[in-house]
């Protein structure tokens, strides 16, 4: 029996619009055909829509007053809350957070497209003149537009696909887990995140995970060592498939020869220092992988500096493989 598509909503807010820029690197089949393929009718976007003005205005105000029903809600940047939410009005004068939230109150499922809608991201930091959060956190903490600890009257919370900007294929995921119902509460990380991709790290797969076992570390981006112990990755923190997950078919962050700036979490756009570098206490990163003692990482790291093979600590500061692996001795197998 054919199921009825769900209608989806898309809107933008306070951010870049790069989520829906990676979202257009859908491949095979396209954006479109996908949507199709998984139940869904995108019913506005504002860089899709063929509607004018009027038509849109008049849309939007059947779905916020419940005239005209409304199953996925999709928000892509941050809500601007300062000033009475005046930093973002519609034509008509109201503000942009009010229609939000009267959508956010309607629609069955709501999902925020990056980590400026999930927490407020890139577009809270620094000083937040516009006092921009997330739809239902502000950074690391509930609160945001909707308060924190809202659900759907279908009893899902806002399902927070983080990422700067988000992986099509973490958006795509997740819209068809969701318009076949088969996305759960229990399917979420305590921040929101679907566990699919977040219960992964980008440290998982890197191809510099050779230099990182012999800490034979890169002093520059671009170099192939690990990026870890003086240009600022967070790729052992992060919670992301990016390096089993290739992005645009070809690879990742790292790959490009840069660090993980750990894009998916909430606080990542206020490091306190720069994204390329990391700060250190008595020789070491402050920032450590999460579940490994402190004493243990100073241990093995003495220990594997102290076994790293030439080749590796060579190639670690150049930027291409320079030093191949020698062949076995003959007679050796
Ligand atoms: S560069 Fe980052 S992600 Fe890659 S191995 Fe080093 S710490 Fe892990
Ligand atoms: S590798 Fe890190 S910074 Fe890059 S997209 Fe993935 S989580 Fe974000």
């Given at each position: 029996m054919a199921s009825k598509n769900k209608r989806l909503l898309w809107l933008?807010?306070?951010?870049?619009?790069?989520?829906?820029?990676?979202?257009?690197?859908?491949?095979a089949p396209s954006l479109f055909t996908a949507l199709a393929d998984i139940g869904i009718e995108l019913i506005w976007h504002p860089s899709f829509a063929e509607q004018s003005l009027d038509e849109a205005m008049h849309l939007l105000q059947r779905l916020a007053d419940g005239s005209?029903?409304?199953?996925?809600?999709?928000?892509?940047?941050?809500?601007?809350?300062?000033?009475?939410?005046?930093?973002h009005l519609l034509p008509d004068g109201q503000s942009m957070s009010t229609l939000i939230e009267q959508l956010a109150r309607r629609a069955s499922q709501v999902i925020a497209v990056g980590t400026c809608a999930a927490y407020g991201g890139i577009s809270a930091a620094g000083d937040n003149l516009t006092g921009a959060v997330g739809l239902d956190y502000a950074g690391n903490h509930p609160g945001g537009l909707l308060g924190g600890h809202f659900h759907t009257a279908s009893?899902?919370?806002?399902?927070?696909i983080s990422g700067c900007p988000t992986h099509p294929g973490w958006v795509l995921e997740t819209l068809a887990l969701?318009?076949?119902d088969s996305l759960s509460a229990a399917d979420l990380d305590p921040l929101g995140r679907p566990r699919f991709y977040a219960d992964k790290l980008v440290h998982h797969g890197c191809d510099k995970n050779e230099f990182y076992?012999?800490?034979?570390?890169?002093?520059?981006?671009?170099?192939?060592?690990?990026?870890?112990?003086?240009?600022?990755?967070?790729?052992?923190?992060?919670?992301a498939?990016?390096?089993?997950?290739?992005?645009?078919?070809?690879?990742?962050?790292?790959?490009g020869g840069?660090?993980?700036?750990?894009?998916?979490?909430p606080d990542f756009a206020d490091p306190g220092h720069g994204f390329f570098s990391t700060p250190q206490v008595a020789g070491f990163p402050v920032g450590l992988p999460t579940d490994m003692p402190k004493a243990w990482f100073v241990a093995l790291s003495t220990l594997s500096k102290s076994a790293t093979?030439?080749?590796?600590?060579?190639?670690?500061?150049?930027?291409?493989l320079t030093v191949p692996p020698s062949l076995p001795k003959k007679g050796k197998a």
């Open positions: 933008q807010s306070g951010g870049c619009g790069g989520c829906t820029l990676s979202l257009l690197n859908t491949e005209e029903p409304l199953d996925m809600l999709c928000l892509e940047g941050s809500v601007m809350t300062g000033a009475a939410g005046r930093f009893g899902l919370p806002v399902v927070n969701l318009a076949s076992e012999f800490k034979a570390s890169a002093t520059a981006p671009g170099q192939m060592g690990c990026l870890m112990e003086h240009v600022g990755c967070k790729g052992t923190q992060a919670h498939d990016c390096n089993s997950r290739s992005w645009n078919g070809e690879g990742s962050c790292l790959t840069y660090p993980c700036i750990n894009c998916t979490a093979p030439t080749r590796v600590r060579q190639n670690a500061v150049l930027d291409r």
